[in-house]
Each structure stands twice: as structure tokens, then as C-alpha cells.
Nanobody
Framework: QVQLVESGGGLVQPGGSLRLSCKASGMLFNINVMGWHRQAAGERRELVAQIRVGSGDAFYGHFAEGRFTISRDLTQNTVVLEMNNLKPEDTAVYYC??????????WGQGTQVTVSS
């Protein structure tokens, strides 16, 4: 089993920045990809960004490119999402995820991000 704990959400004004962190624990040896998804009220969950644990290759949702950066710290088993130039439409619950090489996945509880003036 893998446990994921998110932190760093909150309220920010448009144009501001937030840093989300996801701490992983448990059986991590066969984790291939970690990432972030988000789900706004009444909407489907969508990919924000993913990163391959081994290579560090990153992939972004179209809305995240140029504004968000995902990184991983293998020594801390942590994945970080830096979000800049936030917009009201970025308001959502952000979920950390981890995917094994066999396709099984794990999810955190989610952290609320609200972008509002």
C-alpha cells in the first residue's frame, strides 16, 4: 500500500502563487509516476501534471503549461507542484496520485485551492 498526504492548499488572489506538496509513504519501490489532478465543483477530474519518478520527465495539462511546475524529491519521497499566475478557474480540489508500473493507482485525500479576490 501507498499513502499520500497533500499539503499547501488555501486561498490566494488572482495572479498569486501556491506550492502544493505530496508526501508518499509505504511500498514505493514500484511507483512509476506521481502527479496531481484536480476536480472543480460539478466538473470531471482532470490531469494537472505528472512526473516519472525515475527519469523526472514531466507532463502537463494544457492549462498548466507555462504556469505550473512539477518536481520530485526522491530523498523525501515528495512531489511538489508550484503554481504561478493563478486564475479563478484554477479553483478546485487538487489530488495527489501515484501509479505503479502495473497500472494500479493511489490517491490522496485532496487539498482545496481557491483563487478569488
Amino acid at each position: 500500500q501507498v499513502q499520500l498526504v497533500e499539503s499547501g492548499g488555501g486561498l490566494v488572489q488572482p495572479g498569486g502563487s501556491l506550492r502544493l506538496s505530496c508526501k508518499a509513504s509505504g511500498m514505493l519501490f514500484n511507483i512509476n509516476v506521481m502527479g496531481w489532478h484536480r476536480q472543480a465543483a460539478g466538473e470531471r477530474r482532470e490531469l494537472v501534471a505528472q512526473i516519472r519518478v525515475g527519469s523526472g520527465d514531466a507532463f502537463y495539462g494544457h492549462f498548466a503549461e507555462g504556469r505550473f511546475t512539477i518536481s520530485r524529491d526522491l530523498t523525501q519521497n515528495t512531489v511538489v507542484l508550484e503554481m504561478n499566475n493563478l486564475k479563478p478557474e484554477d479553483t478546485a480540489v487538487y489530488y495527489c496520485s501515484a501509479e505503479r508500473y502495473d497500472g494500479a493507482d493511489y490517491w490522496g485525500q485532496g487539498t482545496q485551492v481557491t483563487v478569488s479576490s
